[in-house]
């Protein structure tokens, strides 16, 4: 299993990766070391997950054009770096000395003789000409410090030479152009391809969109040595929606690109939604539909466990049981809507909102925490850290609603997000914006009020309907079949029989049998035979590359288990 991430974090791909070993594969999961520094552990016990965190050196993150000046459009803009920095700082430094000898001077005893008072006035003369070139010199960096902020901020949104060249390789190179737009792909490769290689996996499970291509190329390789790779690809976002990761006009068209590249390369896909997999299917000419698997919670984690295993909510925030809690659990980004939050904080007077982030010290959260007492409800607003995936209802369940109040955005709009799933199994009355797929469901079920997404006075109407009657909402947790079909458990069964489907099929092929089904049992999930990307080594639009499923087993003779070289997850 391949993704792009610490792991620790991801509760779907530590799931999944737990899930699998419990049902007897042998897993591995690669994932990306946050500090540069290699590190392993099991999920599960001694025979569950392995998981191996992997140093990724990204020096082709930086090409050398972020380097250069705006030479044409801002020629007085310091050159990208530290420069502008230091300048800053320097004549900060500069500025500073002056306004101390100054104040010597003006902290002196006051001058007995006229000779003292000469010298006196002779200091403050000197000290004029400096501190008016230190002005000067104040203006001028900063001016030439905004010109270089001015610039990385217009290449961000696309200049049109950046717009240009972007046109130029997408019609010279096709979906190849991220080679050029985006070469930090490669880091990547670079960084897992080989330990890939080295695990001689029979199936690899790559998370969304960079470990598509990284899956992608160990399958090639593993094809020149005579060895066939199943390669299922976990779509979590429609890519083409996505909010850019990094301020570059190239970032989006690039891996675009490198994603279409792939796709054709996947013998089965996986995705978090229905409307995704529609949209997926429909992008990408797939002959078949994603399998659906929910970022549903585990059963296990909804059943009450020991009190002191599971840290308390309210305990944390420091309030008693009877104060009225919302809760929201997340990333911490401007388009998850966590400022309307706080805006809502001086209309709910006694109700306390608890912020459960990843980055508690983001620069985000600091400036909810500054808004937050600057509006006077500072003492209302808390900022937790997270808990293990494991405890994250359980946690969860002390608050008297659960929020998500995101924003419309492409991937926003398509898919039931994991923490809708945590807040129903923590019975969590909902207060949801009004994005299209979770509104819906929100209003289908009965568990929650929607608002309109960045409408502060609709966030307040919608706590105030679910605080007045909370009980009225939790009964929709009551309805038979709605909670069981919204665990991890569920979903792991499709997991498995998607793994079970693929190496079975590539077993069949792989020896040569008479089992042949109907049409081409080579066509991957584009549609197609995958002979002609074999001979040229690499990728034909809508072919793939043929397998021989070799699994190894756990015990000697003819029969194959599924513990060996499968890397699901």
């Given at each position: 299993m391949?993704?792009?991430?610490?792991v620790?974090?991801?509760s779907?791909v530590?799931?999944?990766?737990r899930?699998a070993?419990?049902?007897g594969?042998d897993v591995?999961l690669?994932?990306?070391?946050p500090?540069?520094?290699?590190?392993s552990w099991r999920?599960?016990?001694?025979?569950?997950?392995?998981v191996?965190?992997?140093?990724?050196?990204t020096?082709?993150?930086h090409?050398p054009?972020?380097?250069?000046?705006p030479?044409?459009?801002?020629?007085?803009?310091?050159?990208?770096g530290?420069t502008?920095t230091?300048?800053i700082?320097?004549?900060?430094?500069w500025?500073?000395e002056?306004?101390t000898?100054r104040a010597?001077?003006?902290?002196?005893p006051?001058?007995?003789?006229?000779?003292?008072?000469?010298?006196?006035?002779y200091?403050?003369?000197?000290?004029?000409l400096?501190?008016?070139v230190?002005?000067?010199?104040?203006r001028?960096?900063?001016f030439r410090k905004?010109?270089?902020d001015?610039?990385?901020?217009?290449r961000?949104?696309?200049?049109?030479?950046?717009r240009?060249?972007?046109a130029?390789?997408q019609?010279?190179?096709?979906?190849?152009?991220?080679?050029?737009?985006?070469?930090?792909?490669y880091d990547?490769?670079?960084?897992?391809?080989?330990?890939?290689?080295?695990l001689r996996?029979?199936l690899?499970?790559?998370?969304?969109?960079?470990?598509?291509?990284v899956g992608?190329?160990?399958?090639?390789?593993?094809?020149?040595?005579g060895r066939?790779?199943q390669?299922?690809?976990d779509?979590?976002?429609?890519?083409?929606?996505v909010?850019?990761?990094?301020?570059d006009a190239?970032?989006?068209p690039?891996?675009?690109?490198h994603?279409?590249?792939?796709?054709p390369?996947?013998?089965?896909?996986?995705?978090?939604s229905?409307?995704l997999a529609a949209l997926?299917?429909?992008?990408h000419?797939?002959?078949?539909d994603?399998?659906?698997?929910l970022n549903?919670p585990d059963?296990?984690?909804?059943e009450?466990?020991?009190?002191e295993q599971?840290?308390?909510?309210?305990a944390?925030c420091g309030?008693?049981a009877?104060?009225?809690?919302v809760?929201?659990?997340?990333?911490?980004?401007?388009?998850?809507?966590?400022?309307?939050m706080?805006?809502?904080?001086p209309?709910?007077?006694?109700?306390h909102?608890?912020?459960?982030?990843n980055?508690?010290?983001?620069?985000y959260v600091r400036r909810?925490r500054?808004?937050?007492a600057?509006?006077g409800?500072g003492d209302?607003l808390?900022?937790?850290p997270?808990?293990p995936?494991?405890?994250?209802?359980r946690?969860?369940?002390?608050?008297?609603?659960?929020?998500?109040?995101?924003h419309?955005w492409?991937?926003h709009?398509?898919?039931l997000i994991t923490k809708?799933?945590?807040y129903?199994?923590?019975?969590l009355?909902?207060?949801?914006s009004?994005?299209?797929?979770?509104?819906a469901?929100?209003?289908?079920?009965?568990?929650?009020?929607?608002?309109?997404a960045e409408?502060?006075?609709?966030?307040?109407?919608?706590?105030r309907?679910?605080?007045?009657?909370p009980a009225?909402?939790r009964a929709?947790?009551d309805?038979p079949?709605?909670?069981e079909?919204?665990?991890?458990?569920a979903?792991?069964?499709?997991l498995?029989?998607?793994?079970?489907g693929?190496l079975?099929t590539a077993?069949?092929h792989?020896h040569?049998?008479?089992e042949?089904q109907?049409g081409d049992?080579n066509?991957?999930?584009c549609?197609?035979?995958?002979e002609?990307?074999?001979?040229?080594?690499?990728?034909?639009?809508?072919?793939g590359a043929?397998?021989?499923?070799?699994?190894r087993g756990?015990?000697?003779?003819g029969e194959r288990?599924?513990r060996g070289g499968?890397v699901?997850?």
């Amino acid at each position: 299993m391949l993704v792009c991430n610490g792991v620790v974090a991801d509760s779907r791909v530590q799931k999944t990766a737990r899930s699998a070993a419990e049902a007897g594969w042998d897993v591995t999961l690669l994932g990306r070391a946050p500090d540069g520094r290699p590190k392993s552990w099991r999920i599960g016990g001694p025979r569950g997950a392995e998981v191996r965190l992997l140093p990724v050196p990204t020096p082709l993150a930086h090409p050398p054009r972020e380097a250069r000046r705006p030479l044409f459009r801002r020629p007085l803009a310091y050159k990208p770096g530290d420069t502008a920095t230091y300048r800053i700082q320097q004549i900060k430094a500069w500025r500073g000395e002056l306004r101390t000898r100054r104040a010597e001077l003006l902290a002196a005893p006051a001058p007995r003789s006229r000779a003292e008072q000469a010298e006196r006035t002779y200091g403050m003369v000197r000290l004029a000409l400096p501190r008016a070139v230190a002005r000067f010199a104040h203006r001028w960096v900063s001016f030439r410090k905004r010109q270089l902020d001015d610039g990385v901020r217009a290449r961000g949104a696309g200049t049109p030479l950046d717009r240009l060249s972007v046109a130029f390789w997408q019609r010279a190179m096709g979906d190849r152009c991220w080679r050029v737009l985006w070469p930090n792909l490669y880091d990547f490769e670079l960084a897992y391809g080989p330990v890939v290689d080295e695990l001689r996996p029979d199936l690899v499970h790559a998370n969304d969109f960079r470990m598509l291509g990284v899956g992608a190329r160990a399958k090639i390789r593993a094809l020149a040595e005579g060895r066939r790779v199943q390669l299922v690809w976990d779509a979590h976002e429609f890519l083409p929606g996505v909010r850019p990761w990094r301020d570059d006009a190239r970032w989006l068209p690039a891996h675009v690109a490198h994603e279409r590249e792939y796709v054709p390369y996947a013998d089965a896909a996986v995705t978090v939604s229905d409307s995704l997999a529609a949209l997926l299917r429909e992008t990408h000419g797939l002959g078949r539909d994603p399998t659906v698997v929910l970022n549903a919670p585990d059963a296990v984690t909804t059943e009450p466990g020991e009190p002191e295993q599971v840290p308390s909510l309210r305990a944390l925030c420091g309030i008693e049981a009877g104060t009225p809690l919302v809760v929201y659990s997340g990333g911490a980004a401007p388009q998850r809507g966590l400022d309307t939050m706080v805006e809502a904080l001086p209309e709910l007077p006694g109700t306390h909102t608890a912020l459960v982030v990843n980055r508690p010290s983001s620069w985000y959260v600091r400036r909810l925490r500054e808004r937050a007492a600057w509006l006077g409800v500072g003492d209302r607003l808390h900022v937790l850290p997270y808990v293990p995936y494991d405890q994250v209802v359980r946690f969860l369940a002390e608050a008297d609603v659960g929020a998500i109040p995101i924003h419309h955005w492409t991937n926003h709009e398509i898919a039931l997000i994991t923490k809708f799933f945590e807040y129903a199994h923590a019975r969590l009355p909902l207060v949801v914006s009004d994005v299209r797929t979770m509104a819906a469901t929100t209003r289908e079920t009965g568990q929650g009020e929607v608002f309109r997404a960045e409408d502060t006075a609709d966030y307040v109407r919608a706590v105030r309907a679910v605080l007045a009657e909370p009980a009225h909402y939790r009964a929709a947790y009551d309805r038979p079949g709605l909670l069981e079909r919204w665990t991890w458990e569920a979903q792991a069964r499709k997991l498995d029989q998607l793994y079970s489907g693929l190496l079975h099929t590539a077993d069949r092929h792989g020896h040569g049998g008479n089992e042949h089904q109907e049409g081409d049992g080579n066509a991957d999930l584009c549609g197609g035979a995958r002979e002609d990307r074999a001979a040229v080594g690499r990728a034909v639009r809508g072919q793939g590359a043929p397998r021989d499923g070799r699994r190894r087993g756990r015990g000697r003779g003819g029969e194959r288990q599924r513990r060996g070289g499968a890397v699901p997850g």
